[in-house]
Nanobody
Framework: QVQIVESGGGLVQPGGSLRLSCAAS????????MGWYRQGPGKERELVAR???????TYADSVKGRFTISRDNAKNTVALQMNSLKPEDTAVYYC?????????WGQGTQVTVSS
């Protein structure tokens, strides 16, 4: 069974940067489109960035130009570089496949943007 582990979150001031990492076990990683999701306080989980097996990326309008998703298929990892962070980016961040049927969710990593 696939296991997902996210890391890299923390407390950062507005305008700061963080780099999140996601490691996923399993042999199918290199052939699936992966996404970074987030769930803010009192909000539903939303997809903020996705990357295809070949590296094509798509971003939500709210993070476009500030976040960069990347992947290393050899290491089964996907990263999210977050720059110019805003208080509204505060959320628990998760990675997973973008298909309707998801892999088991990891524990996520908390990102808090506050002065």
């Amino acid at each position: 069974q696939v296991q997902i582990v996210e890391s890299g979150g923390g407390l950062v001031q507005p305008g700061g940067s963080l780099r999140l990492s996601c490691a996923a076990s399993g042999s199918r990683f290199s052939i699936v489109t992966m996404g970074w999701y987030r769930q803010g306080p009192g909000k539903e989980r939303e997809l903020v960035a996705r990357i295809s097996p070949g590296g094509t990326t798509t971003y939500a309008d709210s993070v476009k130009g500030r976040f960069t998703i990347s992947r290393d298929n050899a290491k089964n990892t996907v990263a999210l570089q977050m720059n110019s962070l805003k208080p509204e980016d505060t959320a628990v961040y998760y990675c997973n496949v973008i298909t309707t049927i998801k892999w088991p969710w990891g524990q996520g990593t908390q990102v808090t943007v506050s002065s």
